[in-house]
């Protein structure tokens, strides 16, 4: 059974940092794009960032260019996101994400996690 786990969410004053972690099991996800998505309450998921199989051709929204970075670890199944700079726009439900493909917009959603919250006071 294909499972993709986040963790690392958390409440943080805005100006902080955190560190999303998503552990994939089930398959190896070497081929495959790898990602995050969010939602906050009201508004459609987003797309925030993706990384193809290599990790080393990442994409970004504009909306967190700058500021989050991410990476994978194909050797333990896990991609990382490391946010800084956080704004209270920032708040949503973070959602790690595996697909086949990904573009400068978006990517593929074979599988899906089960979401951390992310809180930004100001």
């Known amino acids: 059974q294909v499972q993709l786990v986040e963790s690392g969410g958390g409440l943080v004053q805005a100006g902080g940092s955190l560190r999303l972690s998503c552990a994939a099991s089930?398959?190896?996800?070497?081929?495959?794009?790898m990602g995050w998505f969010r939602q906050a309450p009201g508004k459609e998921r987003e797309f925030v960032a993706a990384?193809?199989?290599?990790?080393?051709?990442?994409y970004y929204a504009d909306s967190v260019k700058g500021r989050f970075t991410i990476t994978r670890d194909n050797a333990e199944n896990t991609v990382y996101l490391q946010m800084n700079s956080l704004k209270p726009e920032d708040t949503a439900v973070y959602y790690c994400?595996?697909?086949?493909?990904?573009?400068?917009?978006?990517?593929?959603?074979?599988?899906w996690g089960q979401g951390t919250q992310v809180t930004v006071s100001s």
């Open positions: 994400a595996a697909g086949l493909w990904a573009t400068t917009q978006t990517m593929g959603t074979d599988y």
């Open positions: 089930g398959r190896t996800f070497s081929s495959y794009a």
């Open positions: 990384s193809k199989w290599s990790g080393g051709i990442t």
